[in-house]
């Protein structure tokens, strides 16, 4: 069973507040991801990390940035939420060719 | 047109039925292949792994890869009521590159 874990698990928070969803794995993988799913809906990429201090954008634009200070934690932030950003945030990492994910976020944005 | 199809369904079949999901994809470079399986508002979790052509089987599932056809299929039998989720297709190129996935079938297995 992967050992990957998201907090919150269900966030409601205004228009124009930061928020950050949090990501943090055990398993010591360095490639870690964030995906972006509507219920019922596909997966969009919209962050991933190969490792410490390596960032990229995915093919989902997103107004959310991501930080990997450290192999574990793969923390996703937005600067000022709004009512388009209500979804769910999956977090996931990845040793060769299996990909865990994590629980996800639910976010709703009033 | 999107890299990998997948029919979104919902696919409905009564308790003990043989489910088959399938997915298309047109990037011939893929070689690896796996279903994730995702139940109502949680993570998807991998169920089946399969490299290149050919079958694999665990327990009431079984992984079908045609890479000819550029088409996969999961096999469900003896379906439960438990197997009622999204089914997931994904696949890579080379080891360790990005996952493409399809959009999932609903699947709901009826008592």
């Known amino acids: 069973e992967a050992d990957i874990y998201q907090t919150p698990r269900y966030l409601v928070i205004g228009t124009g507040k930061k928020i950050t969803l949090e990501c943090s794995q055990t398993?010591?993988?360095?490639?870690m991801y964030w995906y972006q799913q509507d219920p019922g809906m596909e997966l969009h990429l919209i962050h991933y990390s190969y490792g410490v201090n390596s960032t990229e954008k995915g093919d989902l634009s997103s107004e959310s940035t991501v930080s990997r200070i450290r192999t574990e934690h793969f923390p996703l932030t937005l600067e000022s939420a709004r009512p388009s950003h209500t979804s769910q945030y999956l977090c996931a990492s990845r040793r060769g060719e299996t990909q865990y994910f994590g629980p996800g976020t639910r976010l709703l944005v009033l | 047109q999107k890299e990998v199809e997948q029919d979104p369904g919902p696919l409905s079949v009564p308790e003990g039925a043989i489910v088959s999901l399938n997915c298309t994809y047109s990037?011939?470079?893929?070689?690896?292949f796996m279903w994730y399986r995702q139940y109502s508002r949680k993570g998807p979790e991998l169920l089946m792994y399969?490299?290149?052509?050919g079958n694999k089987e665990d327990g009431r599932f079984t992984a079908q890869v045609d890479k000819s056809s550029k088409y996969i299929s999961l096999f469900i039998r003896d379906s439960q009521p438990s197997d009622s989720a999204t089914y997931l297709c994904a696949m890579s190129g080379d080891a360790g590159n990005m996952l493409t996935f399809g959009g999932g079938t609903r699947l709901m297995v009826k008592p």
């Open positions: 990037n011939s470079a893929f070689q690896y």
């Open positions: 399969t490299y290149s052509s």
């Open positions: 398993m010591g993988h360095d490639k």
